[in-house]
Structures are given as C-alpha cells and as structure tokens.
C-alpha cells in the first residue's frame, strides 16, 4: 500500500474502534475488535476486518449487526476523514488469531529430539 493507503487505513481503523467501543449500542457487537482495514489504491473501498476474540461462536451474529450498522459507521467515518468520498465498508471475519492457535497447538504437539551438542556453533 501506499504512504496515503496507510495512513488513511490506520485513521479509519482507529475511528471505528473507537466507534465499535463507544458509540454503537448494538449487543451483537459489543466486545469486538477491528484487526485491520486495507484500502484498495483509490481509497474507494475499505476492507475492516474483524474478531469477537475468543468467541468464535458469535461469528454469524457479529457479521449480521455490523451489516446493520454499515450505513451508521461509514457515515460516522465520512464525518471524520478528510476525503472527497468516504470508502464503502466491506466487514471481514478475521481468521488470523484462529490460525495462530491452531499453529501453536500443532508446534507444541512435536515430539522434537534435543538438539546435538556437536552441531552447536562456539567461538574457539
């Protein structure tokens, strides 16, 4: 992404938070978090990824509520960010957290031999 992508990413990424903690009263979406927002090089359209962490259950409830809140938060960001048009919002599950537990149970399932001391690298 661009220098412009980025900084406009993080401003809208740290807008919704903001929104999502304070402002938006709908319980489907209390307790998420926004993971990231990656705009496409026309700042047209942002994709805000998002995550209940730890409740993967809420998945289907979460992605509903924020459907219903599209028109409230991107007009809350158009008040906000400088721009000639606001970015449409395009609301993602984020899987990376799932992911990375799940690698981390894998690593620690390995049954890994010790190291052999004859392959360590000292300075003599």
């Given at each position: 992404?661009?220098?412009?992508?980025?900084?406009?990413?993080?401003?809208?990424?740290?807008?919704?938070?903001?929104?999502?903690?304070?402002?938006?009263?709908?319980?489907?979406?209390?307790?998420?978090?926004?993971?990231?927002?990656?705009?496409?090089?026309?700042?047209?359209?942002a994709?805000?990824y998002?995550?209940?962490?730890?409740d993967?259950?809420r998945?289907?409830?979460?992605?509903?509520?924020?459907?219903?809140?599209?028109?409230?938060?991107?007009?809350?960001?158009?008040?906000?960010?400088?721009?000639?048009?606001?970015?449409?919002?395009?609301?993602?599950?984020?899987?990376?957290?799932?992911?990375?537990?799940?690698?981390?149970?894998?690593?620690?399932?390995?049954?890994?031999?010790?190291?052999?001391?004859?392959?360590?690298?000292?300075?003599?």
């Open positions: 992404m661009s220098i412009i992508q980025d900084r406009m990413a993080e401003k809208i990424h740290a807008i919704l938070s903001d929104l999502l903690l304070r402002e938006v009263s709908d319980p489907r979406l209390q307790h998420i978090t926004v993971t990231d927002v990656q705009l496409d090089p026309e700042l047209a359209y994709n805000v998002v995550n209940a962490l730890g993967e259950a998945q289907k409830d979460v992605m509903k509520g924020l459907k219903s809140a599209n028109g409230f938060l991107r007009r809350e960001v158009g008040k906000r960010v400088r721009l000639r048009n606001t970015p449409e919002l395009n609301f993602h599950w984020d899987t990376t957290l799932e992911r990375g537990e799940r690698l981390n149970q894998l690593i620690s399932k390995l049954d890994l031999p010790p190291q052999d001391k004859k392959h360590d690298d000292t300075v003599e």
